[in-house]
Structures are given as C-alpha cells and as structure tokens.
C-alpha cells in the first residue's frame, strides 16, 4: 500500500526527469567532493607526523594538499547550493502539479463523496496532506541519493586504506538497523492514525465553527470544548508516540556505532604502533567509520518523515481515485430551441442500490409552466432537482430537456440553461458586481443593473459605500439574510436562464423582506419554466402544476383546484398550515 502510493508519487517527480536527473547529478558530485575530504585531510596528517618525525617538512605537498582540500570543499559547497536552489523548485512545481490534479477532480467528483466527508477532512487533505508530502521531498528525497552515495563512497575509500576496519564499520550497518526496525514499524503506525486524527479535528473545528450560533443557543459549548479537547488528546498522544518512535531511532543507531567506531580506534592505534599503516590513515578510518554510519542513521531517522508522507499520500490518492462523474458522451446533442420543456419518463433512483428511493416517476412540463414540489421532510423534493440537473444520474428511464435526454448533453450545455436560487444564500467574498455577473464573465453593466432592478436590491446596494463595487465578506456576513437572498435571486435573473429552480427561502426574513423576495422571485419566474420547491404551500397556488411527493415518488399531480378536490395528501398538508 505505501509502495504504491510512493509509486504514483513518484510518477509526479517523472513529469520533471531531466531536472531531477541535474539534481541528483549535483547532489551525488556534491558528496564525492566530502567524501574524498578525508583522505587528503588524512594525507596532510602523514606528511606533518613524518615531518615531525624526521625534522624536515615537504612544505610543497603539504600546501598543495592544502589547497586541494579547500578545493574539494568550495566544489562540494557549490554543488550543495545547486541541489538545495533545483530541489526546492522541482518539489515547487510537483506539488502545483499535485494540486492542481486535486483541485480537477474536486470539479468531477459525485455530490456523493461531498456527502460522506466533511469539508474539514477534505480541505486537511488539500492542506496538511500536501504540505506533508512537499516537506518528504523537499527534505528527504536528495537527502537519500546523497546518503547513498555517501555510503557507498565512504565504502570504497575505507577498503581501500584497510580492509579490516572497513569490514567492522560495515558489521556494525546491519546490526543497528535491525536494532531500530521495530521502533520504525511502531512510527509509521502512528503517523498514519496520526494524519487520520488531523482530518477528523480539522472536519470537527470546521463543523463547529459554521454552526457557532446553534452551538450557544443550545448551549452546547461546554460539550463541543469537551469533543474538541478529546480529540486534540488522542491527536495529541498519537503525535507524540509518533515524534517519541521516531526519536528513538537515532540514540539506538549512535549507540551501535559509536561502539564500532571504539573498536576501529583501538585496533587503528594498535596498526600504527606495529607499523602496518600511517598515523594519517587511521585518522581517515575513524572519520569515514564516523561518517559511514551517517546516512543509515539519517535514513533511520527518515522514516518517521516517510511514514507520514505514506499516509497523507494515501489520503491524497484515495481522494483522486474516488468515484466521478460520468464522462459527457462524444460527441454531445445540443437541443435546437431553448424553449425550456422538461420531461421525466419512467426515471428510477436510489442512492444505494439496497435503498431504491424513485420507483417510476413520469412528468412532463411545458415550457413556461410552473411547477411546484411539495411533501414532508424526504420525500426526495431537492433529490428531484438534482438529477434534473444531472448531480446524480438516474438508474433507469431518461430525462429530457427541450427533447433530448440530458445524458446526451455535456453537463456545460445542460446546466447553462438552468438558474438556481436555493434556501442557503451562497455568495462568495468579492464585490457584489461579480457576484451578480457570476454566470458569465465580462458581462456588460446594463445587463447587471437591469438584473438588480428586478430583484429588488438596486437600491438597497446604492446605500453601501461603493455601490457596486461594495466588497462582501466571507460567507457575506456583512449584509442582512434577506440582502443575501435579493441578491441570488438577481444573479440568476442576469445568467437569464430558460429553467429556474427555486427553493423558497423566506423563513429567516422579516414581513416587508419576504415580500420583495417573493415579488423578486415572481419576476424571476415570468416567462420562464421553474421548478419550486414549496414550504408555503400559500405560495404556490397558482402553479400550473403541483407535485406531491412521500418516499420519493409522486402521489398526487395536478393544479390547487385539482389537488384541494381530491381530499388527499395535499389537501391535508395544505390546510395543516392554517391549523390553529
């Protein structure tokens, strides 16, 4: 599972070969240059003990050994800032690479990955995921190729001055890795639950922070704190068995090897005093010993940074390979008119294939006509919208629009005819000029206050400073519910769409507001097919038809006149609203 997500990930960095190939090139030149460090170091050693020892110094050499070590150093250094400056621009553009791929997909997923995680856990993934995975290789990846090529460096250097201490050093490798492996399994456990706890705090943090206002009004904050703070403890004891696993790998690895590195000094010395190598060597073998058991303790210490990038890359993959949408069909229908006809013939859905919710639903509307959907709390009202605007594709039967079963259509052409108001007022954070001329860019300003005429708000946005261009916060929080709501409306009437879907959103508004929403939403509607969902059945007596729906299917159809008449289902809900 971790190999093929290091796999894919590396599929990333492959898009980028002839620069990593640079990188990698720099990065092993860089470390030939230290690892040859020590031998000239060592040779400069010698011929100031042999100087000492004769009385007579071969000042030539000893500067000319001098000079190559510094050479070796200044190439090693340079080659360093050439792999650090292209690393850092390579891991730059995999993750642009990573995230725009995220973000794609984000616009083909089915709603019904929307409805199983919450947006904390999908911005964690985007967020944190990535971030993990950047610090991985921005960190670690040249970090392996230069520890490798160290090792294997060091390797040759030392067995060439004297295999017998090389031979200990290279005992030593094998005895500290398997010495940590077990700490490093248990590390890589716990990063994984770790990144899994910060999506589920990160879904719970943003859950709680859009519904502050129900969380004081039911007084819930001493719970949430008391949710939160269970969670940050289990996030925190997850993270800091993770940092304490990963901890332990370089105490064991340095224990193991400073015993070996005791061991080459003791018999080092013992060389030199029976002659058999020069002081110089002996100071190279202790370096390169020290320096040999460097990069198994670096890639030891690697595994904690690799397990959490394992699992936020999981995390990332399970995203991209989640279940999208249907392809648009090649090449796509087109309707000849924009008429605004919609027809639903024997369409069949569930969100389960064990939970069948639509059975044999049959509509045909006109265009022009005004269709209201009424029932109680799931009988599948916003459900029949969504597959009208192909959020979800039926299981059998078709729905037609002007004539042509709409998963003929590209969902582009589809959708462009269709304008939504819903009961949630979205608008994002801009100028309300842009939020108005959403649906199409560069649209002309007449057309923008002739839209805001309409919806009623023309005035109202000529009070705020600026106008038009009056900047909305986030979520809009700066103007009132009913503003938001004109303000939807209007941007639908400038996308001018043949069909309208409306979701009748006056509950959180005042008398005079709900009039001009209602007056807004009458004009909206003139001319065009729409379809509203109704709360107040009192708004929707003059539909042309109306449909009440229980369990996802349509029981009755008809106008007021028609429905009232029968003494049914409608009859009952309708006069339940004027009770007393």
């Not at 929307?114 to 921005?138: K, M, P, Q, W």
Request: proline share 3%.
């Amino acid at each position: 599972m971790k190999w093929n997500a290091f796999k894919r990930l590396f599929s990333y960095l492959g898009r980028y070969r002839i620069r990593l190939i640079f990188i990698l090139l720099a990065a092993a030149l860089g470390t030939l240059f230290t690892v040859l460090a020590p031998t000239v170091m060592g040779g400069i050693t010698s011929e100031l003990y042999d100087g000492v020892a004769s009385g007579a110094f071969d000042w030539e050499r000893i500067l000319l050994l001098l000079a190559a070590l510094v050479a070796l150093y200044i190439a090693a250094q340079i080659f360093a800032i050439l792999q650090s400056f292209g690393m850092s621009k390579l891991t730059a553009r995999v993750m642009q690479s990573l995230r725009g791929d995220i973000d794609k997909k984000m616009h083909v997923l089915k709603l019904g990955y929307y409805d199983t995680h919450t947006h904390g856990e999908i911005l964690s993934t985007i967020t944190n995921d990535v971030d993990t995975i950047n610090s991985a290789l921005s960190q670690n990846l040249t970090q392996i190729v230069t520890q490798v090529v160290t090792a294997l460096g060091i390797l040759a250097m030392m067995f060439s001055n004297s295999p017998m201490l090389a031979l200990i050093a290279v005992a030593m490798v094998p005895v500290s890795l398997l010495s940590s492996l077990g700490v490093m399994k248990t590390g890589a456990k716990h990063y994984a639950r770790q990144q899994e706890l910060l999506g589920q705090l990160n879904g719970y943090i943003e859950e709680m922070y859009n519904g502050q206002d129900l969380v004081s009004v039911f007084n819930y904050t001493q719970r949430a704190n008391a949710e939160f703070d269970q969670l940050n403890a289990e996030l925190q004891r997850c993270a800091q068995s993770a940092e304490t696993a990963s901890g332990k790998v370089t105490p064991i690895t340095d224990l193991v090897n400073n015993l070996g590195y005791a061991l080459s000094a003791v018999l080092g010395c013992l060389a030199v005093l029976r002659g058999g190598m020069r002081v110089g060597d002996v100071q190279a073998m202790l370096q390169y010993t020290k320096q040999f058991s460097q990069p198994f303790t670096s890639i030891a210490g690697m595994a904690g940074n690799f397990g959490a990038a394992a699992a936020a890359a999981g995390r990332i993959f399970a995203l991209l390979d989640a279940e999208e949408e249907t392809p648009d069909p090649v090449p796509c229908a087109l309707p000849q008119s924009r008429a605004g006809a919609v027809e639903f013939r024997h369409v069949a859905f569930g969100y389960t294939p064990q939970r069948q919710l639509m059975h044999d639903v049959n509509i045909t509307v006109r265009p022009g006509q005004k269709v209201a959907i009424v029932g109680p709390t799931g009988a599948g009202k916003t459900t029949l919208v969504n597959l009208l605007m192909r959020f979800y594709e039926v299981d059998s039967g078709s729905i037609l629009v002007d004539g042509v079963d709409t998963r003929a259509m590209s969902r582009h052409d589809l959708r462009d005819r269709f304008g939504m108001v819903l009961q949630d007022a979205w608008l994002f954070e801009g100028k309300i000029r842009d939020n108005i001329a959403y649906a199409q860019s560069g649209m002309p300003e007449e057309k923008i206050l002739a839209a805001a005429r309409s919806a009623s708000v023309d005035s109202f946005i000529k009070t705020l400073p600026g106008g038009y261009d009056f900047v909305l916060s986030a979520g809009a929080e700066n103007i009132s519910q009913g503003q938001r709501q004109l303000l939807t409306i209007a941007r639908a009437m400038a996308s001018d769409p043949e069909i309208m879907i409306l979701d009748e959103a006056t509950s959180n508004v005042d008398t005079h507001t709900e009039q001009l929403i209602q007056k807004a939403m009458a004009q909206l509607m003139r001319g065009r097919t729409s379809f509203v969902i109704a709360h107040r059945l009192s708004t929707i007596r003059d539909a042309d038809i109306i449909l009440y729906m229980e369990n996802g299917d349509i029981l009755e159809c008809g106008n007021h006149e028609a429905l009232m008449a029968r003494h049914g289902k409608y009859e009952a809900l309708y006069l339940s609203q004027f009770a007393q």
